[in-house]
């Protein structure tokens, strides 16, 4: 059975750890606190509770699908996020991507599920 690739493009709070790229600059920069030093409280309440939707609706998607569906995260502020944001014309977050064609930005589900759906999840 085919794999069903989801590219997810949202940014991230740093404390969850950013792109190994941007994990060296920060440490040449002299701002090498390990993501699990940084702190979630510092983030706004509304960034804060997106962020935890987003990982909700993510840990659901792998719990119902398992090895059929692979996840990727890309925050939009690192190098391989930008790249994919532009080349997919994304202009909200979170956007998904379902098998590198259909875009669904923001908050969609229905929407969300229906890509699934077509790509062969059921």
């Not at 949202?10 to 792109?19: D, K, Y």
């Not at 699990?36 to 409280?41: A, D, P, Q, T, V």
């Amino acid at each position: 059975m085919p794999v069903v690739r989801v590219d997810v493009i949202s940014p991230w709070p740093e404390a969850w750890g950013l792109c190994p790229a941007c994990e060296m600059v920060m440490a040449q920069a002299d701002m090498n606190l390990a993501p699990r030093e940084r702190s979630l409280e510092d983030l706004p309440a509304a960034w804060h509770e997106e962020a935890e939707r987003l990982a909700a609706l993510l840990r659901d998607l792998a719990q119902r699908y398992g090895e059929r569906i692979a996840i990727r995260l890309w925050d939009p502020r690192s190098l391989q996020g930008m790249w994919k944001s532009i080349r997919h014309g994304v202009r909200r977050y979170p956007t998904f991507i379902v098998d590198g064609g259909r875009r669904i930005a923001g908050w969609n589900v229905a929407a969300l599920e229906q890509a699934l759906r077509g790509a062969g999840l059921a």
